[in-house]
């Protein structure tokens, strides 16, 4: 079930989401604005950010999420680009289209559902933005998101400022939203050909600040489970909110982050050498815990200051108890398990990489020995697409001199 995509996009989430298409083998086209005659330079911006990989227009933060695309230019504020654009809708059998764009844009555009779906009455239209379309205007980056959406006041220390999180995760969040319900509509589209039904298109609308509000699941309904908000959720650093004493330690040669669930296993702890100290009588349930909980982060810190890390890491193997060295990015590319599913690509340059393990394996990967193509360069395939849906090589010479590609 390989399916055309045109993607109308920049940034991560949605360059994200297509992504994952890709990563089923299936066709992704991504379309962005035509560059700029003074500067050379144009379409996502994120094509010019991070190390140089060998292209000007494909830098490495630009290179992971686009890898296994084709790509084109489009100029959509001409009537011409819009007119085109529908063409490719019908031309190429484009099953879906996506747009990271703000929702007020997309009349301007041509590129609404109500539109396009005029070349292809079951086309699957999703629109990524910040708040949907009853926000047209709301623009949606993920820093500026996760302060507005509580993120920000959950994470970090008590006594110092909110932080983000390390990831741009609403950014991500929101895009595996959009592919789960793209793949929904999909299946509902297959349901309705078993019924002798049309297929039927689709119109969605993906907001980022409801999906990032989703996810706080742990963190909003306890609104409605106490008298005093004015306490709740403050920040709590690396602590588990719930469950004493989960926290991050150091060793004698870094960091482990241990986590003890249940008096079992807190029993276990001050049974192991040099945790002695930890065991009284007011500690043998959690909420005794927490009442003492500073003082117990304490004996931890002193009962680690004699293990490596390996060596604690060891004894909590041995005893079933949950524990995790704090392993920086490169450790975790070390990794045999994400080594061996990691995705690679050949750069610009003629290097071949590792990016990023996939979530979960696909044929189409497994056939490849999860080997995708380089992110496509701007406009790259703007000849190879254009003669496909029948136009010769004067009319290409007319849409590039006319500033439609």
């Not at 793949?183 to 019924?195: G, K, R, S, T, V």
């Not at 669930?261 to 909420?287: A, M, P, V, Y």
């Not at 005794?288 to 004996?299: F, H, Q, S, V, W």
């Not at 060891?314 to 994400?338: M, R, T, Y």
Request: net charge negative; aromatic share 8%.
């Amino acid at each position: 079930m390989k399916k055309t995509i045109l993607s109308l996009e920049q940034a991560l989430t949605l360059p994200y989401t297509t992504q994952r298409f890709a990563q089923l083998g299936w066709r992704v086209i991504r379309i962005e604005s035509p560059p700029n005659p003074k500067t050379g330079r144009g379409g996502d911006p994120n094509r010019y950010i991070g190390e140089d990989t060998g292209a000007d227009d494909r830098h490495a933060y630009y290179v992971a999420p686009n890898i296994g695309k084709e790509a084109i230019t489009l100029n959509l504020k001409k009537q011409e680009g819009q007119d085109l654009l529908k063409k490719l809708i019908k031309d190429l059998n484009v099953d879906l289209f996506l747009c990271n764009t703000l929702p007020k844009r997309y009349k301007q555009l041509g590129i609404d559902y109500e539109t396009l779906k005029e070349s292809n009455p079951d086309l699957i239209w999703c629109g990524i933005s910040a708040l949907g379309p009853d926000y047209p205007g709301f623009a949606g980056y993920d820093p500026a998101l996760q302060a507005f959406t509580g993120y920000m006041f959950l994470t970090g220390d008590p006594d110092r400022d909110p932080m983000l999180c390390g990831l741009p995760i609403i950014d991500l969040k929101a895009g595996d939203e959009a592919f789960a319900q793209v793949l929904l509509a999909l299946l509902e589209q297959q349901e309705n050909a078993i019924n002798g039904k049309q297929p039927g298109g689709k119109e969605i609308f993906i907001s980022m600040v409801q999906c990032a509000a989703s996810w706080l699941i742990t963190a909003l309904p306890q609104l409605e489970f106490v008298e005093d908000k004015s306490d709740l959720f403050t920040r709590s650093g690396n602590e588990h909110r719930s469950f004493i004493p989960c926290n991050c330690y150091p060793t004698k040669d870094g960091y482990v982050y241990l986590a003890i669930g249940n008096d079992f296993q807190w029993d276990k702890l001050t049974k192991i050498k040099g945790f002695e100290h930890c065991e009284k009588s007011d500690r043998i349930t959690n909420q005794g815990r927490l009442e003492d909980k500073n003082t117990i982060y304490a004996d931890i810190r002193t009962g680690l200051e004699n293990y490596t890390t390996d060596e604690f890491m060891k004894i909590c193997s041995e005893n079933n108890l949950a524990a995790s060295p704090v392993n920086s990015v490169q450790d975790v590319a070390e990794l045999d398990f994400i080594k061996k599913n990691m995705l690679r690509t050949q750069l610009p340059s003629g290097k071949e990489v590792s990016l990023f393990p996939v979530p979960s394996d696909t044929d189409f990967l497994n056939e490849n020995n999860n080997m995708m193509k380089c992110a496509p360069g701007l406009g790259e395939h703007n000849d190879v697409i254009m003669k496909e849906i029948g136009f010769g090589v004067d009319d290409i010479q007319k849409l590039k001199d006319d500033d439609i590609i």
